[in-house]
């Protein structure tokens, strides 16, 4: 049967889009969703523990976000403008975005941060981006870090008043356009009790691109092309989950991303075993799982690809019905919302 986009539309009041991270980070909700019956339980995320067993793995994404949105001025005349970065493409070369883009020619240069940067427009590419070539003294990442801001989504209106809330604890891969935000609930004591209590913590890097925000267009979702992100699956991960299989725990992934990288891994390698790539896996219903057997991730946007694995791994309507008691009870939406766990 055909899958609509409209299918996997739902009704959310504006005012349930979380703004502002919880202090501390695991005071958020959760709600725990057995994955057999669909039955619902209504948790906090520092209760996580009571829903994991000893013996099972949680795989995390190390991924760091890039603070990629710059803001800087035309040489000579000062108009303003603002770049995000969305690949790096060789050395101090990068992918943009601009705006506004009418002032980004190839060989107009920018500067950033009084000098501390400085870019000079090389061409213009497919979408109408720009290839940008860096200049700075010293680290260009460390450049970055100090003058960059956080690229959050498009629907957080609030500014973000620390820098590493965007960030989870366990962040050092800088490369993402965007936070893996399943894990911005975990602090560091709660990981330390987790591993306390036999639980195994295993770490994927996948690097979030910006189209992990892009809305599918088409009204057929067969016919919506996944963006391509890097990930790596490195051997003490690799070994750790197959270890983990062996005997009998349950591999958990701590959001999409991490679910997405074990998912390409096992259907490009057959097996999970080391490996690097790009992915643009995309995972609806109908998909069969090979390797995630619990999932913790942030309540998704209406008709975006994120809902439709959550559908293909729980099942549609179990889905459908977990967002709408999600909305009924009130549950903060989105990157700096409340949590599930399907497991």
């Not at 829903?51 to 710059?70: E, F, M, W």
């Not at 801001?149 to 965007?166: A, G, H, S, V």
């Amino acid at each position: 049967m055909m899958m609509k986009k409209s299918d996997f539309y739902y009704d959310l009041p504006e005012e349930l889009i979380a703004q502002t991270p919880l202090e501390p980070r695991n005071t958020s909700r959760l709600m725990k969703i057995d994955r057999e019956t669909g039955e619902i339980e209504h948790s906090h995320f520092y209760n996580l523990c009571d829903y994991l067993k000893k013996g099972d793995t949680l795989i995390l994404n190390d991924s760091r976000v890039l603070p990629a949105r710059l803001y800087g001025v035309k040489e000579h005349t000062g108009a303003h403008i603002e770049f995000l970065l969305l690949e790096q493409k060789g050395d101090k070369k990068w992918e943009i975005l601009v705006r506004p883009g009418k002032k980004a020619k190839p060989g107009t240069r920018f500067v950033f941060g009084d000098g501390r940067l400085t870019a000079e427009i090389l061409e213009t590419v497919e979408g109408g981006n720009r290839i940008a070539q860096f200049y700075c003294e010293g680290n260009f990442f460390t450049a970055l870090e100090d003058i960059g801001q956080m690229p959050l989504p498009p629907y957080i209106k609030e500014k973000l008043k620390d820098k590493e809330r965007y960030q989870t604890v366990y962040s050092h891969e800088l490369g993402s356009a965007a936070a893996p935000t399943a894990g911005l609930h975990f602090t560091e004591e709660q990981l330390e009790d987790l591993k306390n209590r036999g639980i195994n913590l295993g770490y994927v890097t996948l690097h979030v691109g910006l189209g992990t925000f892009r809305p599918v267009k088409e009204d057929n979702i067969l016919e919506h092309k996944m963006h391509s992100e890097h990930f790596h699956m490195p051997k003490e991960t690799a070994d750790l989950i197959n270890r983990t299989k062996a005997e009998g725990g349950r591999v958990i992934c701590v959001g999409t991303t991490s679910c997405r990288t074990l998912e390409s891994v096992a259907t490009q390698c057959g097996e999970i075993c080391e490996c690097e790539g790009y992915t643009d896996i995309f995972i609806y219903p109908g998909y069969e799982f090979k390797a995630m057997d619990g999932l913790i991730t942030n309540f998704h946007l209406p008709e975006s690809t994120l809902i439709m694995l959550v559908s293909a791994f729980l099942g549609y309507d179990k889905t459908m019905n977990a967002y709408k008691t999600a909305v009924m009870e009130k549950y903060r939406f989105f990157s700096f919302g409340d949590s599930m766990i399907i497991v």
